[in-house]
Each structure stands twice: as C-alpha cells, then as structure tokens.
C-alpha cells in the first residue's frame, strides 16, 4: 500500500494517479524477482544433479568398477606397471618392469632358444646420498667395470632422484653392494634376455633392447604376446637343422670368398621353416653391437633377381597351361633380339633343345620361348598365384616386398626376361616356396615360423597347378640333379632334384658382370618331397677347384647336397637305397623324350599361337621340326636312361656341370642296372 | 569462546557471531581441516619431486590455510558496501596484476599466470573470479536499481576485457570459469531466456573454437573423448589411485599416486584423497561442498535484493563449478583442466582467492534487519 498522504482528507488521502505510477515499477521488480527466485530453484537443481553424478562417479571408480594396479609395486615404480594393451603412451616409459618374465622361445624340440633370466639394475637417487665422491670410490672398488668418473658426475645431480649406476648386477654383486651400506643406493628387479645359442637364428630371433623390447625378428614380432603371455613360443625351427646349414654355408662362404650367403629349410607339406640362416650373422646376445649387414635378414629382406631357378616356374606353368609338351623343341641356336636387348645362353648348346634340356642346361633363349607361348598376362597371373607378387606372411618383420613390373609394364620384355628370372626381384624365402610348391603335388602352402601341432592341416594351403603338372616337374627337377647343371647336389638315397641359378647382381646403372649371385634351389626326395633346401651365396669368387666358374652349380650346389646328407638322418629319413631301381625309374626322364604315338597333351604345340612372338622379328620359337635328325629311337617313356642322349654328352660343356665322382659303393648300389652306371666324364 | 556471548552482546564480534550463516561457516572450516590433511598427505612427497625443503613447503601452506581462516571471518565482518568496495577494488588490482603477468609474469608450463613475489608466486586470475563476479553482481543490479546506469553494457564489457586478458596468458580453464558464472549470473539476473540461450550457444561455439585454436586445448580434449583411445596418462594414474582406495582407502600415508603424478598436491589432490582415505571420506569432501552450494542458493529464495543474489550466487556458482569441474576431471568426468580443489589443493593464491570468496558469501548472507522489506534500498546499497 502506497503511504498516506500526510495533513490530507481521508477520502482524498490516497490520490489514484499516483497509485499507478508507483506501482508499477513496483511491479516490475516483484515479477522479476520471482523470476529470479525460480532461476534460482533451477540453477540448484542443476547443482544438486552435479553433485550427485559426482558421488556415483566417485563410487564408480572406487567400489563399483576400480582400476587395481597390478600387484608388488614398490613405491619408485608405483604405477609404472606393465602397459595395458590399449595404452601404447605408457610402452615407452622406461621404468616399465614386465609383469612376469618375458616368455621363452624355443625350437620345435623344446631346445631354448631365448630366455630371461631375472637380474638386477643398480641405481641410486642423489638426493639421498651423502657423499657422492666416497660412494662412487667404494662402488669402484666391488664392481670393478664401473666407471668412476661417470658414476661420480651421476651421483652429483641433486635436482635427480633416479640415476641409473650399472644393469646386470648378479646376485653376488648385489650381496657386496649392500654390504657397503650407501644409503640412496637401490636395486631394481629387471631381467635379461639370453640366447643361449648365440648366432644360431640370429636374425629370425632378432633381439631385445637394454629394456627388454624386441628390436627385429620373432622377439619383435611378438613384442606384446612374450611380454603378457609367458608361455613359450615353440618356433618351427630345429637347431640342429640350423647349425648344419649354417656350418655347410660358413664353409661355402669361405671357399669361394662370398660377401654373405643363405639358407632355408622348409617341410614342403606344411611350410614349417626348419631352418633359416643368413650369413654374416652375429650373436643374438648383443643385438646392439651388430651391424646392420650382419642384422640383415637375406632370407625374407633380401630381394635378388632369382636368376634360372625361376626357369622351374617357366616349366610349371607352361606344362600346366597346356602351352608345352615334352617333346617340343625350341631354338636355342641363336640369341633372342628384342628391342635393345639380346637374350644369349651361357655356354649354350647352340642348338635347338627339347624342353627338359632347357631345364637340364639351364637354356635362357628356350626359357624365353617357353614363356612366350604363356603371354604376358598367364605369367603375371600365375606369378601372383606362386605367390611372388606379394610380401610374404612369414613372423618376422623384416619381410620384404618383391620388385617387380606393374601388369601396364609387363611387356614382352618383361616376359622374356622374367621366364628366366631376370627383371625380377624375389626373397629367398619366394623362392623356396615356388619350388616346394611344385614338388608338393601342386598345393602352394604358406611359410611359418612357428611349430605346427603334428597332423594338423596348413593353414592357407591352396592348389596352385594340376597334380600332373607337379608329377611331371619332379621329374625334371630330379633330371637336373642326375643329368643337368645340378649334379654337384646329388645325394645317393635322398634323390634331391632342384635347379641352379646364377644371376648377375642388379647395382648403380645395370648388372654387374662380376658380381653373381648363386642360388640352388632344390627339394627332397623327390619321389615323396618332404623338404625343400634352398641354398645362396652373395658374390663368390671363383677358385681353382671350380677351373674359374664362380656359378652355382660349382658354388653352392654341392654345399646343398652336403647339407641334404647331413640333415636327412636327422629329420629321420635314412637313405633310401633298397628300393633305387625302383624309385629312380619312378623317376625317370629323357633329355629328348619322343611323341607319344596318341598324343597324350593336346593341342599340338605347333597350333599353339607363337603368343607374344611378333612375326618377322625372331624365327617362331616353337615348332614341330620334323626334319630334323633324331638322336634316337623312339622309346618307351618309361625306359628313358636306356637312351644316353647321344651327341650331347660329347659336346655338352662340362666344366659348369656335374663334378661329383660317382663311383662311390653308394651310387654303385644306387644305380644297380650297367647301363645307368653315368658314363665317364671325359674330362676327368 | 564464540559461542560464549550472549544475544545481547551488541559489539560487532557478536552481531557477526549472531548474524552469521553457522552451517556454511562449520562447512567452510571443515574443508579447511580437509585441506590440512590432505596437505600433509601430498605435499613430502611433491615436495621431494620438485627438489623444494618438505618443511618449508608444508609451513608455507599452513601459514596460507591459517591466513584463509583468519581472512574468511575477516571479511565475513564486512557490511554489504564493504564487500561491494572490497570487490570493486579487488577486480582492477587483479585485473591489472593478470594484465601484468603478461608482462612481468613467470612462465610456469608453458603459460604465463604467475607474478613472481618474496615467497609466493602470486596468481592473480584466482582473485579475478571472486571480484568479477561480486562487481558485475553490483553492475547488473545497479542498473535495475537505477535505469540511466549502463551496468549491464559495463559487464559485458568489463568480461570482454577479462576474457581477452585470460586468452593472452592462457588460461582456458580460469576463462571457462569466469565466463560460466557470468552466464549464471545474467540468468538468474531473469534475463529474457532468448538471450540467455543465445549466450550459452555463443559460449558453446567459442568451446569448440578453443578445441581448434589452442593446441592445449586440444591435448587435453582429445585423450577424453576418444574413449578406447589413449588415455591421458595422469587420468589414468588417478583412477588406479581411486581403484586402489576403494571403499575406505589403503590409509593416511599410504598412497602411491602421489609419487608418481607431479600435480598430485594441486590439480590431482582428489586422487590422493580417494587413494589414502577412500570412497566415504571422499564422498563426505563431495557433500560438504555440495551442502555450501545449495544451502548458499536456497537460503537466497529469501533474498530481496538483488546485488546480494548476484552476487551471492555467482561466488557460490563459481565456487562450486571449480569443484565439480576439478573432481570430475580427476575421475575422468571431464577433460582434465588446471583448475584447484577449493580450500584442499595446495597454493596460496588458490586458498586465499576462495577465502576471499567465501568470507565475502557469508558477509553477503549474514541476516540483516530490514532485509526482506525492501528491494534494493538497503543501507549497505545506499548511493
């Protein structure tokens, strides 16, 4: 109520007009303030809501759903536990002690190959010491590899608590430390990685860093799973396969003075690798101190042009494409010109070959034309097929990508040159898949590292050719050994059969005509493949033994055949020698092998369209030649040694073929029928 | 001794005595007593990391939980136009300090809010939150008080420069702060809800503009919301440390966090608490400040005048807003911010700023006569 106004008639005490102009100002105010007073009631709301999601978070990450750190923390490392899988920010602190001891890795006969042995590290916090220059003098004085000085300037860094003094104290070490009684100094439970096979699969092991991290190889690969889970690792390899390839390829290097070399096992049926070595290697203990050739893993890192082993996958494929049949022949008597580029033989016959001689002597001009009647595109397809496009799967990290043409610039050339492994780049390791794959009845298997439980069916297995194909490709690979180039690899009893390779090294501006590499890649035993050898040297030189040849199959081929004797008994094959009659014409192939009466093949090969052959340029590669001279009779497929391919062993070069002595008691039971007994190398 | 006078007492001890909001003094002084302990708990083993006498950072911080003590009753003493006197001027010294640190301040982590005196580094924009808040309360209800007054243009623009000045150091979660409870503010001012949402959109755009701007910003956001991703490291040490406490703590002294997290005395002290004393203690901490924040709204219902609920409001908003936004990012509520505990962090700047504060609510809140009758003519308000 407005006030009275004062000395004025009761009737007229309270003027109207006045009333209203008060008033509603007034008003204004009233309704603003309950506005007020109902934000008010609103913003406590929104607090009292605030706080009570605070109180359920609050009970949430303290009774409902706590984070426990993981048990025995000391204070210095509270929560500097063991990472947690979603958390790579916390992988790099470098006080992370590992939950448990990092896990074993073994061989595939539980032979450790890695293992952590629990260790201490010294370490001390300045703050805390007294005395630095008399605790560095006194810790001198019980471990003697210390380094005074160091330790003196590490000790005098107040505005430190944590130095590291030295790791790998042993517990005898420890014992003297303590008894000096410095205050400050502490121990820290660490542990440490041990390879007790020093350079045994150094590279596929690769090593651990001073904080227990896997720097390459299988520790790296498993980083996470060896560090959380200790359950060991059982690897597909044996060491005793191992050491043995390893001992062979170490003689192999020496011999013929090569920059590196390689080697791999691998059981063809399940694509376990029983042995991978790379030479210089070093010892896995002290990963740090190698250099980086000696860390270089040849075996799946290195990409070499794999030179004529790849002529079996020519042979493959054009055996499984129908494009070829045994008994064509192709033109090897003259280069190849194509473009800018010659494709000659090295030491070739100058002749036309039949087709398992382009195999036997190792012919790049036939090789060429047995690819030319694939085209371009079937040997791209069938490359991606053999796997040989792609990086392969393998548990290591260092696996490499092959160089190779993109399918626009997958030409002619390309072809050609590809038929007899040039103008690609390939691992090893791709290499030795391809031949296991076509002694394997055809069925690609993929590469592991790791033990496969017994019976258990390879994963990613996948028929990449006919079985026929792979019938008739072991025998040309058995033809090599027996007849051809790959002589120096023959084992009485385990019938390796397999295929030389020398090709040139690409470096700066093209090949270099001195520097080879030398490659044997081989299966056995061929008459029931269980593993494949593949066997590399990196630039051997020439010796007197091999009269100036520095190709495989002087080099290494003989070391591939050694290495075949000593491990079959320990992959529990022994010589298979009762039954060589038997298996060796199982076996058996001609050099020349003559047209069955009834075709068996078809089409004929002189229907096949010359595929990439332009007309004019180069004499068609393929055709039937029916003038020309047989060197013999037509024989029945399955007596083939009965026919010494006449002619050819006169003018056939020996001096890059077969140098083993076979008049060994062995070979002698081997080859139990007169005529099979090899006739005597004239130049012996 | 207090509680010895007798209503009668007329001297201004006992008017205050009698006058006085007792609840929200005990609660006060309880977080105080927290924040003693949790001093003690944290604070050796900070002390050790950053390479400072343990004894000499205790004493300091006891000396400033004293002087907080001592300053919340001292300025609870104060009549409405003092506190309004004490905020004006409160407001340009920290203003000016905040714009000097941009000048003469120290670096500390890559932000300079710091000015450097003989024994304390001195962080004015911790005292800019409690004054701006009181001033712009009295700019606004001038206005209202009196229409020719450009308050409200005065607020804005005083916020403005605030804003600009924080931006510089920089000092996002300060900013966030300020800015919050200016927006409390101007919404229980009863201002048009049109405007207020339009504020609140402005706000929003200028948060996401600050995501993109400011890379601290982002290094802070980011590891909060990508969920499965990379935790931020110390969120994750806080929640081990909360985990580890679980319903009643591993005991005073026992706790591990506090080693292992630089920012365990300041920032992170609610992870301390959790670990060493577990889910009830910590929830007791929780309702002490939620009972100052909503008994502070509530009893303004009773308020008339509307420069005692501005500004009454926008302190109590403030001071529970800092609290949240602390605790919550110590959960992992929120994106972590440097933003103290009131009262339980450690640092002088911090603890006297809420002192400041809180002292000036219970002047603010202390019963007057006359209160109720009027709308801003109260004697304290008089021009």
């Avoid at chain 1, 092991?205 to 498993?222: K, Q, S, T, Y």
């Avoid at chain 1, 860390?295 to 290195?302: E, I, K, Q, S």
């Avoid at chain 1, 493949?529 to 020439?542: F, G, Q, S, W």
């Avoid at chain 2, 005065?154 to 924080?166: E, N, P, Q």
Wanted: charged fraction near 20%.
């Amino acid at each position: 109520m407005p006030a009275r106004r004062l000395g004025a008639a009761d009737a007229d005490s309270v003027p109207r007009v006045e009333t209203v102009r008060l008033t509603r100002p007034d008003l204004d105010r009233r309704r603003a303030l309950n506005r007020t007073h109902g934000r008010l009631v609103f913003a406590s709301s929104v607090f009292a809501l605030l706080f009570l999601v605070a109180i359920g978070r609050l009970s949430w990450v303290t009774v409902i759903a706590p984070r426990i750190p993981a048990p025995g923390d000391r204070p210095t490392t509270a929560f500097f536990t063991a990472p947690e899988p979603r958390d790579p920010e916390l992988v790099a602190v470098p006080l992370a002690v590992p939950r448990g001891p990092r896990a074993m890795i073994t061989d595939r006969n539980n032979e450790i190959l890695a293992i952590s042995l629990p260790t201490a590290a010294l370490y001390a916090n300045p703050r805390e010491l007294v005395d630095p220059e008399d605790a560095a003098r006194r810790l001198k004085a019980v471990l003697p590899r210390l380094d005074e000085a160091q330790v003196r300037a590490r000790l005098s860094e107040p505005e430190k608590r944590f130095v590291y003094l030295a790791r790998q104290i042993t517990p005898r070490e420890k014992l003297n430390i303590n008894t000096l009684g410095i205050p400050g100094i502490y121990f820290e439970n660490t542990e440490r990685r041990r390879y007790p096979m020093g350079r045994a699969a150094a590279q596929v092991l690769g090593g651990v860093d001073v904080d227990g991290h896997g720097v390459a190889g299988i520790e790296r690969f498993f980083d996470r799973r060896l560090a959380e889970d200790s359950t060991p690792i059982v690897l597909s390899l044996d060491v005793r396969i191992q050491a043995v390839v390893r001992d062979e390829l170490i003689k192999a290097m020496e011999s013929f003075r090569a920059i590196g070399g390689c080697g791999i096992v691998m059981d063809v049926r399940t694509g376990e690798i029983i042995a991978m070595v790379s030479l210089p290697d070093y010892d896995a203990n002290h990963v740090g101190h190698a250099t980086n050739e000696e860390r270089f893993n040849r075996a799946v890192t290195g990409m070499y042009e794999p030179g004529s082993t790849f002529k079996l996958q020519t042979a493959a494929m054009a055996l499984d494409y129908g494009t070829v049949q045994l008994w064509n022949e192709f033109n090897a008597s003259q280069p190849i010109k194509i473009g800018r580029f010659t494709i000659s033989d090295f030491e070739g016959k100058k002749r036309w070959l039949y087709f398992p001689e382009v195999l036997a002597y190792s012919s790049n001009i036939g090789a060429a034309h047995v690819a030319q009647t694939v085209g371009a595109e079937r040997q791209r397809a069938w490359m991606r097929n053999m796997g040989m496009l792609n990086r392969i799967s393998v548990e290591v990290p260092e696996a490499g990508l092959p160089i190779v043409q993109t399918a626009q610039a997958w030409k002619e050339i390309v072809t050609l040159t590809v038929a007899f492994g040039h103008g690609i780049s390939v691992s090893p390791l791709h290499v030795a898949r391809g031949t296991a794959a076509i002694a394997n009845n055809g069925v690609r298997v993929r590469p592991t590292l790791l033990a496969m439980v017994p019976d258990m069916i390879p994963p990613d297995a996948e028929r990449v050719m006919q079985q026929a194909t792979s019938d008739t490709m072991r025998k040309l690979m058995r033809l090599v050994v027996t007849d051809g180039f790959g002589k120096t690899s023959e084992v009485p009893g385990y019938y390796p059969g397999g295929k030389t390779g020398t090709a040139e090294k690409t470096g700066r501006g093209g090949y270099q005509k001195k520097a080879n590499v030398a490659a044997f890649t081989s299966v056995f035993p061929m008459h029931a493949p269980r593993y494949a050898v593949y066997m590399m040297l990196d630039e051997p030189k020439a010796n007197a033994s091999t009269y100036g040849y520095a190709t495989a199959g002087w080099v290494i081929a003989p070391a591939a055949g050694r290495t075949i004797a000593r491990i079959g008994p320990m992959l529990d094959m022994l010589p298979e020698l009762t039954n060589a009659a038997k298996i060796n014409a199982s076996l058996a192939m001609p050099l020349q092998p003559t047209r069955p009466p009834n075709g068996v093949r078809s089409p004929p090969v002189a229907a096949v369209p010359p595929a990439a052959v332009k007309p004019g340029r180069t004499p068609p590669a393929v055709a039937a030649r029916p003038a020309a001279p047989r060197p013999s009779p037509a024989m029945p497929a399955h007596t083939p040694r009965a026919t010494p391919p006449t002619g050819a062993p006169a003018t056939r070069d020996l001096r890059h073929e077969a140098s083993q002595p076979p008049s060994t008691a062995l070979l002698a039971a081997q080859y139990t029928a007169p005529s099979l007994v090899p006739a005597p190398n004239p130049n012996r | 001794m207090i509680a010895l006078r007798s209503r009668a007492d007329t001297s201004a001890l006992g008017r205050w005595f009698w006058t006085i909001d007792h609840w929200t003094l005990l609660a006060i002084f309880t977080l105080i007593c927290f924040g003693y302990v949790m001093m003690l708990a944290a604070s050796p083993a900070v002390a050790e990391h950053i390479g400072q006498s343990r004894d000499i950072f205790i004493l300091k911080q006891v000396v400033f939980l004293a002087a907080a003590g001592v300053l919340t009753v001292a300025v609870s003493l104060l009549s409405l136009s003092g506190v309004r006197r004490l905020a004006l001027i409160g407001c340009g010294v920290a203003f000016v300090l905040t714009v000097a640190t941009l000048v003469i301040g120290v670096q500390i982590k890559g932000a300079s809010r710091w000015i450097s005196l003989p024994g304390l580094s001195l962080q004015p924009s911790e005292f800019l939150k409690p004054f701006f808040a009181v001033t712009a309360a009295w700019l606004i209800s001038e206005q209202r008080r009196q229409p020719g007054f450009y308050g409200w243009i005065s607020a804005i623009v005083l916020a403005g420069m605030i804003v600009g000045a924080l931006k510089l150091q920089p000092d996002i979660g300060m900013l966030a702060v300020i800015v919050m409870v200016f927006f409390a503010q101007t919404f229980i001012a009863g201002v048009n809800l049109f405007i207020v949402g339009a504020l609140g959109g402005l706000i929003a755009a200028a948060s996401v503009g600050a995501y993109f701007l400011f890379k601290h910003v982002r290094d802070r956001i980011d590891p909060f919301l990508s969920w499965n991703g990379a935790e931020h490291y110390q969120v994750i040490r806080a929640k081990q440390a909360f985990g580890a406490g679980g319903l009643s703590g591993r005991g005073p002294g026992e706790g591990r966090v506090k080693d292992v997290l630089p920012d365990a005395h300041a920032d992170f002290v609610f992870a301390v608490t959790g670990e060493e004393f577990g889910l009830i203690v910590c929830s007791v901490i929780v309702m002490l400040f939620a009972f100052i924040v909503l008994r502070g709204l509530i009893r303004l219902l009773k308020e008339q005048d509307l420069f005692v609920i501005l500004a009454a409001g926008g302190l109590v908003t403030g001071f529970g807003l800092q609290a949240f936004i602390n605790m919550g990012s110590t959960m992992g509520l929120l994106p972590t911010k440097g933003m103290t505990l009131p009262f339980i962090s450690y640092g002088g700047s911090s603890v006297l700023a809420v002192a400041f504060g809180m002292g000036m609510l219970l002047a603010l809140t202390r019963r007057r006569h006359g209160a109720g009758t009027a709308w801003g003519h109260n004697a304290g308000s008089a021009p």
